[in-house]
């Protein structure tokens, strides 16, 4: 079981910035892809950003030049720097991790509102 603990949301301008934090405990040594899916209300949950302990990224086109992920393995942590937020950014992010990019369920935390007012 790996538990997942987001922080770092809230409630920013457009154009503003924030940076998201997620750390792994718990079984996590199976653990390589970790990363950041989001939801808005009333749409699907959708990959923002995800990296492994490879240092391979993969990210949204719409947030490619605006966040960038990182991870500090030793940490078990995983970040997401958001720059030039937008409105469409607002959602609940996930922080999600899996023995590979895309491996579904995989492990969840609870979640993080980020809400862009314009």
């Known amino acids: 079981q790996v538990q997942l603990v987001e922080s770092g949301g809230g409630l920013v301008q457009a154009g503003g910035s924030l940076r998201l934090s997620c750390a792994a405990s718990g079984s996590s040594a199976s653990i390589n892809a970790m990363g950041w899916y989001r939801q808005a209300p009333g749409k699907q949950r959708e990959m923002v950003a995800v990296?492994?302990?490879?240092?391979?990224?993969k990210s949204a086109d719409s947030v490619q030049g605006r966040f960038t992920i990182s991870r500090d393995i030793a940490e078990n942590t995983v970040y997401l720097q958001m720059n030039s937020l937008k409105p469409e950014d607002t959602a609940v992010y996930y922080c999600?991790?899996?023995?590979?990019?895309?491996?579904?369920?995989?492990?969840w935390g609870r979640g993080t509102q980020v809400t862009v007012s314009s």
């Open positions: 990296i492994t302990v490879s240092g391979y990224e």
């Open positions: 999600h991790a899996g023995r590979w990019i895309g491996d579904l369920p995989g492990n």
